[in-house]
C-alpha cells in the first residue's frame, strides 16, 4: 500500500481513506475504513469517465450486478454511490496476498493449495453463472488468498449473460491477455464457458508458477490463445487432464464450474478450507498483513469534493499503463 499523495482525497462517501492499493484502466482503488471500524477496499473511477454519461449508466449497472453476487469465495460490494461527482464503490477488504503476488514472491503453489483454490473458484463462478452473470476477467490479481478460502474479485466488468453492451466504446479492453477464452479474443458472444477457461489458466499458473500461454506481447498472447494448444508442462494427472479441458478452444467441449468443483473437492471447497489448505509461509503472510492492518492510523477527515489525481489518467499519451495492484491482500484494480 501506498501513502496518499497531495491532491488525493482523505475521505469518499462515509470512508476515511488510510492509502492507495493500486490503480488500474478504470480507476485508482484505496484502503478505507468506515466509522464503525469496518475495512473496505474503495473503487473510485477516474474523473475523465465521470463526465461520460453512457459509462455512469453502465457503472451503476455494473455495481448492481456486484451486488447480486454474494455468496462464499466473492468480496462483498457493501456499498456505492453511482451518482456521485466522482463515482465510487466499497467492496469487503481481505486480508491475504493475491495469487500473482503470492506466486510471484513464492513460486507455484502446492498441488493440494491447487485442488482447494480450484474447487472454491468453481463454486463462485457456478453461483455468478446462476445469476445469470459473466465475471469476464477471471486472472491471477483478481483472485485473493486468505485464511478462510480463496476470494474471487472485481466484478468492475461482470456482464449479464444476455447483454450486449460493449465496454470497448469508453476505451476499457473487456479481460486480459494470456486469460482471455478464444471467444471474447475473437469477439463471439461470451457465455460462462468463457469464465472456465479463464479458470482454467488462472489453476495452471498456480500449479506451474507460468501461464499456459507464454509471450512477449499481448499480440503474442491473444495468438497463442487462439491457436495454440497450452502449455501445461508441471501438471500431472487428473489436475493435467481437467485443466486441459478447461482449456479447450471450443466453449461446449469444457466442464461446468459444478463438475469441476465436485472433481476437485467432491465434499465441498469449504471442509477443505477448514483442515487448512494454504502452505505455512502464506500463513505467515496472512497474519503480518492482518496485524499491519490493524496498526494503520488514519489520516484525519477532510473536506471529500472532487476527485483529482496527481497524475494523468489512463489511457492518456505518455501514461505508461497501471498494473493490478494488490499488495498485502485487499482488491485489485478496476
Not at 450486449?164 to 469508453?170: M, V
Not at 482471455?180 to 506451474?208: C, K, N, R, W
Not at 491473444?222 to 494427472?237: A, F, I, N, T, W
Not at 494488490?326 to 484494480?333: E, I, N
Amino acid at each position: 500500500m501506498q501513502p496518499l499523495d497531495v491532491g488525493e482525497p482523505t475521505v469518499v462517501g462515509p470512508y476515511r481513506l488510510l492509502g492507495r492499493l493500486g490503480s488500474g484502466g478504470m480507476g485508482r482503488v484505496y484502503l478505507g475504513r468506515s466509522a464503525g471500524g469496518r475495512t473496505v477496499a474503495v473503487k473510485v473511477v477516474h474523473p475523465h469517465f465521470a463526465l461520460d454519461e453512457e459509462f455512469r449508466a453502465r457503472f451503476r449497472r455494473e455495481v448492481e450486478a456486484a451486488r447480486r453476487v454474494g455468496g462464499a469465495w466473492t468480496a462483498p460490494v457493501l456499498d456505492a454511490d453511482p451518482e456521485a461527482s466522482v463515482p465510487w464503490v466499497a467492496i469487503g477488504y481481505a486480508a491475504g496476498p493475491s495469487l500473482s503476488a503470492a506466486v510471484a514472491d513464492g513460486g507455484p503453489l502446492p498441488e493440494h493449495t491447487v485442488r482447494v483454490l480450484g474447487a472454491g473458484l468453481a463454486e463462485a463462478l457456478s453461483a455468478v453463472h446462476a445469476l445469470g452473470l459473466v465475471h469476464r476477467d477471471v486472472k491471477p490479481s483478481n483472485v485473493l488468498l486468505t485464511v478462510d478460502g480463496p476470494l474471487l474479485i472485481d466484478f468492475g466488468i461482470a456482464r449479464a449473460t444476455d447483454g450486449t453492451a460493449s465496454l470497448t466504446s469508453t476505451g476499457v479492453s473487456i479481460g486480459s491477455p494470456g486469460y482471455m477464452s478464444p471467444e471474447q479474443i475473437l469477439g463471439h458472444g461470451v457465455t460462462g464457458a468463457a469464465d472456465v477457461f479463464s479458470l482454467g489458466a488462472v489453476l495452471a499458473y498456480a500449479a506451474t508458477g507460468e501461464s499456459p500461454f507464454p509471450g512477449d506481447s499481448s499480440a503474442a498472447l491473444l495468438y497463442k490463445v487462439v491457436h495454440e494448444p497450452p502449455r501445461l508442462d508441471g501438471l500431472r494427472g487428473d489436475l493435467h487432464d481437467l485443466v486441459e479441458r478447461c482449456l479447450a478452444k471450443e466453449p461446449g467441449a469444457r466442464p461446468a464450474p459444478d463438475e469441476i468443483a465436485r472433481a476437485l473437492a467432491p465434499d465441498g471447497a469449504a471442509r477443505l478450507v477448514t483442515a487448512g489448505w494454504l502452505p505455512g509461509s502464506l500463513v505467515e503472510q496472512v497474519g503480518r498483513s492482518a496485524v499491519q492492518l490493524l496498526n494503520l492510523d488514519a489520516t484525519e477527515p477532510g473536506p471529500s469534493g472532487p476527485v483529482g489525481f496527481s497524475s494523468p489518467s489512463v489511457g492518456e499519451p505518455g501514461t505508461p499503463t497501471p498494473t493490478d495492484a494488490t499488495p498485502g491482500g485487499g482488491v485489485s484494480g478496476m
